[in-house]
């Protein structure tokens, strides 16, 4: 099937430090998502984005975050700066329309 | 506020039993839902969708949707140990490109 990719799959920093996730999303896919997920339980969201601009931002999406997908390549999501609370596993995850989504493996966030 | 909601947190089954998941929206604007299944580790697969009122069914898999209630629910027949997972409910509103997903019901299928 459709297949997001995500990378790196772990990235351990210091608190403080910026941290770049990437995520090569499904190619004709339109709308692009990041999720944020503690401890295997609930999968929670952050941000869309589409035709280049953030749609939808929810409260955990804080002023420390950003995204882009400059040129078409990858959907990025930056902190900066990190905080201990930010340690979790991020979710990326592509859509076609209001359909399903595909989520990639994930990349596990390690703040030290 | 929550916009999806699951029940139960954690179901355990044994192996050939039935489990039976249930998940609501308190949006009355949500009208269309999803069933994802994750393993522990793993990322989320899509398991079923269903938009309209009724049953729909796949395999062991059997969901259904009253749009009046706005709760859907994910019943697994002959349940096998390789079902124990995570498995999410996520509700979208017409119009609005994002997927509201509630807390999980955590299912354990034990040989």
């Known amino acids: 099937g459709p297949k997001v990719l995500q990378i790196p799959s772990h990235q351990i920093i210091d608190m403080g430090q910026m941290v770049t996730l990437n995520c090569d999303p499904v190619?004709?896919?339109?709308?692009f998502y990041w999720y944020k997920q503690i401890l295997g339980q609930q999968m929670e969201f952050l941000v869309n984005?589409?035709?280049?601009?953030?749609?939808?931002k929810s409260k955990l999406f804080k002023d420390q975050f950003s995204v882009e997908r400059p040129d078409g390549s990858y959907f990025t999501l930056k902190i900066q700066p990190t905080a201990l609370e930010d340690s979790a596993v991020y979710f990326c995850?592509?859509?076609?329309?209001?359909?399903?989504?595909?989520f990639g493996a994930g990349t596990r966030l390690s703040v030290l | 506020q929550q916009k999806v909601q699951q029940s139960p947190e954690s179901l355990i089954v044994p192996e050939g039993g039935m489990a039976s998941l249930n998940c609501t929206s308190s949006?009355?604007?949500?009208?269309y839902f999803w069933w994802y299944r994750q393993h522990s580790g793993k990322s989320p697969k899509m398991l079923m969708?269903?938009?309209?009122?009724g049953e729909k069914e796949e395999g062991r898999f059997t969901v259904h949707l009253n749009k009046a209630s706005l709760h859907t629910s994910l019943h697994i027949r002959d349940s096998q140990p390789s079902d124990s997972a995570l498995y999410l409910c996520?509700?979208?509103?017409?119009?609005?490109?994002?997927?509201?997903f509630g807390k999980g019901t955590s299912l354990t299928v034990i040989p």
């Open positions: 969708s269903i938009f309209s009122n």
């Open positions: 949006d009355r604007n949500v009208d």
């Open positions: 190619s004709n896919h339109l709308y």
């Open positions: 984005f589409y035709n280049g601009k953030v749609m939808e």
């Open positions: 995850a592509s859509s076609l329309s209001q359909n399903t989504l595909y």
């Open positions: 996520a509700a979208s509103i017409p119009g609005y490109q994002n997927f509201y």
